[in-house]
């Protein structure tokens, strides 16, 4: 038996071989994710910014330093040097790389498991690209911006949100992000392999396109110079795999049924939950609030407001107290997401401190990985 | 030396023809100075055929959607939206006449691209699209989609377990048309074929959109300049005042303030339509207004819990009543809207379309209406 998944990995790393396409990923630093840039929310402040992540104000990231990265182009073979992209680009941000923003349409599943595991050993998030157009839209992955200023309410007021005091730097930044050269993003979207990195985000947020495993022949979608049963017994052992991989990473039922009844001529959109359930619990006790789900509740009260307010049918009613709940929302919100961003920032410092203790080097990372993807084989039998 | 004659017509033949050719030419000139300028093309997905799977496939709930009697379904080849562009010219008024006749009542909205100006026309078509209770869409940038007038997709609900909790299926029953709505919002057809450099409504065609009994528009570009009329003050004057007149059935008085404003782009209902609407779909709206208040109080209930996952799920169900209120609202707002449009066809109408009378009818209201603004 363990000699059945000793060849699976070795059909995955021959698969990886095979390949000999020139283009690979790209790992690109997201300019204004820079920590000099990021800075402005706390007005120029670093002292600030590290008093509202909780971390120590004598470990501060070099402002020079990226928090977010690109990841894009098609996921290619080891000789195309992907996975080592993404090492040195780890290893540069001295544990500082915060999340991973995916433009990718998939490429090799062996690839992609190395570079998933990367990204869930130092603690990473991971986002579907979001665009304006053809450019990369960034939005920091720690902060609630706030909203504009409020008409007088009755009642109670409530404690301030965290970010309310940083409406002015939230406003400096957007000045510097909008001064800075636009970003094009090739490939809006995250499918196939790149799914595989997409799960092993810490934190997900974007819909991820999803297909079943496939054989691909030389210019076809399906290689047709293999039998059936070699077909199918081989596709079925690497879709268990896959299964194992994704309930590791915890992606949720939905995701796992959608990828399994996907067939590989085409894609289908699927959300992968916010975080690992386990992970959630944690969070919620923790933050004493489900993040997530009070980001659910406030995205559900705008289309609310948006749908009772078309114009299109020439009356409405008055949502008022759908506004003023969003509001209550986004101020509970903020506060749950200032310290979710804290526990994971302490989290992903830590992680990157542990896998790099005593230095890190690219043979050790990718032993590490190897190891993990080695477990996973082991755990799917 | 024999000195060359150029070759003349000659004889009587030769002198008819050419008679007939300058009276054919002098006809194609006097048609050309009067033929209509603006172009109306068929907006494709609005055709009725297309618009069929909207109600998925269904003509009973085609009608009950539209609060229309069970009976005969309109020539599925008739079109329900027109895009109207080109420049504004004497006869557009009758061609659009024309277009509404053939369509028997369901040519429901204008999406309005036009460019010129011709006051009187303006006046005509401003009377014809609010008589005949038509819907308008001012197109202001060169990016609009196509959007069925009577329904509005709502998503389902999302499900407001807590993150690490299995979350029920997605409810697609808000409204009827949900799956139908889903469906149609997928064709690739829906871009309007719009030209960048000739798509804005401005001078001319401001009255017209303002006569529409539900009036739209999509957002100018950003930086784009306010369109103005300073250019022709006096039209500029008449226009306001047209198109109060249209809206409230008077004429400003001449120190009115409203005369030295620019036209506004706001107001997507004209006050008779809104007491329509407001008195045909009360007890909708009174469910409607209470359920957001039930909602209300739900809310600030789970605030008092500081929005414990527990309490943030049990506000799943006052949102969801509340969706289907807001859909079932806006299905008798529809519903409102059709019949009002088909009843002014049935008044303009009955027992059948005088064309001819009807243009001088126009006419003659523009020509008043016009007449009387213009009196200092």
């Not at chain 1, 499918?191 to 030389?218: D, N």
């Not at chain 1, 995701?255 to 009844?261: A, E, R």
Request: include cysteine; hydrophobic fraction near 40%.
């Amino acid at each position: 038996m363990r000699r059945t998944w000793l060849t699976i990995l070795s059909v995955i790393v021959a698969g990886c071989l095979l390949a000999n396409r020139a283009a690979a990923i790209e790992v690109s630093c997201i300019e204004a994710s820079k920590y000099r840039h990021l800075y402005q929310i706390f007005g120029g402040d670093p002292r600030k910014f590290a008093a509202y992540l909780q971390i120590e104000p004598d470990r501060l990231p070099d402002p020079e330093l990226c928090r977010a990265a690109l990841v894009s182009g098609p996921i290619e073979a080891p000789e195309a040097h992907d996975v080592d992209k993404l090492m040195n680009f780890i290893m540069a941000n001295r544990g500082w790389l915060a999340t991973l923003h995916l433009a990718s349409g998939g490429g090799r599943v062996g690839t992609g498991y190395l570079l998933a595991f990367l990204a869930r050993s130092f603690w990473l998030k991971t986002y579907t690209v979001s665009t304006s157009g053809n450019a990369l839209f960034y939005m920091p992955d720690f902060f609630v911006p706030p909203l504009p200023a409020a008409s007088a309410t009755t009642g109670p007021t409530p404690a301030p949100a965290p970010e309310s005091g940083l409406a002015q730097g939230w406003q400096a930044y957007l000045a510097v992000q909008k001064g800075l050269p636009r970003v094009p993003v090739a490939y809006r979207g995250c499918a196939s392999a790149c799914g595989l990195i997409h799960a092993a985000g810490i934190e997900r947020f974007g819909v991820v396109r999803v297909h079943r495993t496939r054989y691909s022949g030389q210019g076809t979608l399906i290689d047709l110079s293999k039998s059936m049963s070699a077909t199918n017994e081989g596709l079925m052992r690497s879709e268990e795999l896959q299964v194992a991989y994704y309930r590791q990473m915890d992606t949720g039922p939905d995701f796992i049924s959608t990828y399994q009844s996907t067939p590989p001529e085409t894609t289908t959109p699927v959300n992968v939950s916010r975080y690992p359930r386990y992970v959630a619990d944690y969070l919620n006790a923790r933050c004493g609030a489900d993040a997530g789900q009070l980001q659910r509740l406030e995205r559900q009260l705008y289309a609310t407001i948006a749908n009772l307010n078309s114009p299109l049918f020439g009356l409405w009613i008055k949502a008022d107290r759908l506004r003023k709940a969003a509001r209550t929302v986004r101020e509970h919100r903020s506060k749950a997401e200032q310290c979710v961003a804290a526990a994971h920032e302490r989290e992903r410092l830590s992680a990157f401190d542990k896998a790099c203790a005593g230095g890190c080097t690219r043979q050790k990372l990718q032993a590490m990985v190897e190891t993990k993807i080695r477990d996973l084989a082991k755990g799917a039998r | 030396m024999t000195r060359m004659r150029p070759n003349r017509p000659r004889g009587r033949a030769t002198r008819r023809a050419a008679a007939s050719w300058l009276a054919v030419a002098f006809g194609t000139l006097l048609s050309i100075t009067s033929a209509s300028a603006l172009e109306f093309r068929c907006i494709e997905p609005s055709r009725y055929r297309n618009l069929l799977s909207v109600f998925n496939d269904d003509p009973n709930l085609f009608f009950s959607h539209l609060g229309l009697p069970r009976g005969r379904l309109p020539d599925l080849n008739t079109c329900r939206a027109l895009l109207i562009t080109g420049t504004l010219a004497t006869g557009d008024s009758d061609a659009l006449l024309d277009r509404i006749i053939a369509a028997k009542g369901w040519l429901a909205v204008l999406y309005l691209s036009l460019e010129g100006a011709n006051i009187e026309e303006e006046a005509r078509i401003a009377s014809i699209v609010r008589e005949f209770s038509l819907k308008t869409r001012a197109v202001r940038q060169s990016l609009y989609r196509y959007q069925p007038d009577f329904a509005r997709l709502w998503e389902p609900p999302i499900a407001l377990t807590g993150t690490s909790a299995a979350a029920p299926p997605a409810r697609d029953d808000i409204s009827p048309l949900h799956r139908g709505l889903q469906a149609y919002a997928v064709r690739r057809d829906l871009a309007l074929p719009l030209d960048a450099n000739h798509s804005t409504c401005n001078d001319g065609c401001r009255p017209i959109w303002f006569a529409g009994v539900n009036r739209l528009y999509n957002a100018a570009p950003a930086g784009a300049p306010a369109p103005s009329d300073v250019a022709d003050p006096v039209n500029a004057r008449l226009r306001v005042a047209l198109t109060y007149f249209i809206d409230l059935n008077r004429l400003p008085a001449a120190d009115d303030p409203v005369l030295s404003k620019p036209l506004g782009w706001t107001s997507a209902t004209p006050p008779a339509t809104a007491r329509m609407l407001r008195d045909k779909c009360n007890p909708e709206f009174a469910v409607a207004e209470s359920l957001e208040t039930r909602f209300g109080e739900a809310f600030e209930t789970a605030a008092r819990s500081n929005l414990r996952p527990r309490e943030v799920q049990a506000l799943t169900t006052p949102f969801e009543a509340l969706s289907r209120s807001g859909a079932r609202l806006q299905q008798c707002l529809a519903a409102a809207l059709e019949g009002e449009r088909l009843a002014s066809f049935g008044r303009q109408c009955a027992p059948a379309c005088d064309r001819q009378a009807l243009s001088e009818r126009f006419a003659g209201a523009a020509r008043d209406i016009l007449g009387r603004a213009g009196q200092p």
